[in-house]
């Protein structure tokens, strides 16, 4: 198997700490699907100052391909976080840096090459929107994460993106159920072919356009606790890998049985996230640099 992150990638620089951290959606989910055992790559922009090359050496050291990526002169994606028992708060961010001033742009080479993995994810955070046609066009399975902001869950938004998503992943907090089963029903009648729910401490929905299914969080030692940094982000790498090793393809979801699997599996790797700190490791002490706020 294989699942290749395309898109964004962020240093997150928690100000409580004074540490900062690399991350991005797009590329934790493939620093976890390596962790998993599943080969990985990450295809995005790096910004040409030092925070860029921090990103990249951390993907890099976790055995993650990035040999197909691009650095663009300026700016690296850098947000800027506080934790308070235990949840993340974020404070600010630079919009993501040359990751979306100047996005990735797919030619036939890179469909070429997205077409040797199973599964492509992208987000919300990664202006990859207009390259959803093309990634699909690969053949590939899509993910795509639509985080938590309202305005990534209009119906035009939904329209411009869910008929070129597989999986939708969207943070739900402390919606109600039904809430939660009404926003899985919207995303999944706007294209995607399933729609899964995070819910936190409350679990997991995932809807196949027939039935829900549920799943409870796995419990976590609060002694452990670290922060909830790339929680969202593992439980989908955990979902997706075992979802892909019970044969999950285009012309074939999975049974019942093996979706429940998955998303025990997600459940339990999102638990063991808790006690990383940041989303994959590889603190540094805060370096401010030029264009970045303090």
Not at 67 to 81: A, K, M, P, Q
Not at 173 to 202: P, Y
Request: one cysteine or more.
């Amino acid at each position: 198997m294989k699942v290749i992150g395309f898109g964004d990638n962020i240093v997150d620089r928690f100000l409580d700490r004074k540490v900062m951290y690399p991350g991005g959606n797009c590329v934790n989910v493939a620093v976890f699907a390596r962790r998993l055992g599943v080969e990985s790559a990450y295809l995005g922009v790096f910004g040409s100052d030092p925070l860029g090359t921090f990103v990249r050496e951390a993907i890099d050291a976790e055995g993650v391909d990035t040999s197909r990526c691009i650095t663009r002169d300026g700016l690296n994606g850098v947000t800027e976080i506080k934790v308070v028992d235990g949840d993340r708060i974020f404070l600010g961010w630079n919009q993501g840096g040359v990751t979306t001033s100047d996005p990735f742009v797919l030619e036939d080479e890179h469909l070429r090459y997205l077409a040797s993995a199973h599964l492509v994810h992208s987000s919300v955070y990664s202006a990859s929107e207009n390259q959803l046609p093309a990634l699909r066009s690969a053949g590939t399975l899509v993910s795509f994460d639509y985080s938590s902001e309202p305005e990534r869950r209009t119906d035009a938004y939904l329209a411009q993106t869910a008929p070129y998503v597989d999986l939708a992943l969207l943070s739900c907090g402390n919606m109600t159920v039904a809430a939660v089963e009404n926003e899985l029903k919207r995303v999944h009648a706007a294209g995607a072919s399933l729609a899964v729910g995070t819910r936190g401490q409350s679990g997991a929905m995932m809807y196949d356009g027939e039935r829900f299914l549920t799943q409870a969080a796995a419990p976590t030692d609060p002694l452990r606790f670290a922060d909830t940094m790339g929680c969202g982000d593992a439980f989908l790498a955990g979902l997706v890998v075992s979802l892909l090793s019970s044969g999950w393809n285009r012309s074939f979801l999975p049974p019942v049985e093996d979706c429940r699997k998955a998303l025990v599996r997600g459940a339990e790797f999102a638990a063991a996230q808790c006690y990383v700190e940041g989303a994959f490791g590889y603190g540094r002490a805060v370096e401010v640099a030029a264009g970045h706020s303090k």
